[in-house]
């Protein structure tokens, strides 16, 4: 069953329930950060990315908490990605 997005509340959003959906998306590094080499892979065309395991989650994320292990230290992109955003929820709804 698929929620449409106009009906997921994002005062509901929050870390205690987060699903991390926003992991599974591939990450382009675009600025330095201090991502440890571990977690930086190469695409097609030669940019960084954060690396994704087999289980298609980003390396960098704890898999029983669902928290990032290098909060302090992750991609622009990561930080600009907002907890309840329309992005957010999107992704929510495609995970559901």
């Known amino acids: 069953m698929t929620i449409p997005v106009q009906q997921i509340s994002t005062e509901k959003i929050a870390c205690s329930n987060c699903q991390a959906c926003c992991c599974k998306l591939e990450v ?5 950060t201090g991502v440890p080499e ?7 065309w030669g940019g960084e990315v954060m690396t994704r395991l087999d289980d298609g989650w980003c390396s960098a994320l704890d898999r029983d908490s669902f928290m990032c292990t290098i909060y302090d230290n992750r991609p622009w992109i990561c930080r600009e990605f907002e907890m309840g955003s329309y992005e957010c929820v999107t992704e929510r709804q495609a995970h559901q």
């Not at 382009?28 to 330095?32: E, V």
């Not at 977690?39 to 097609?44: E, G, L, N, P, Y």
């Open 28 to 32: 382009i590094i675009l600025s330095d």
């Open 38 to 44: 571990k977690h930086i892979s190469r695409d097609q």
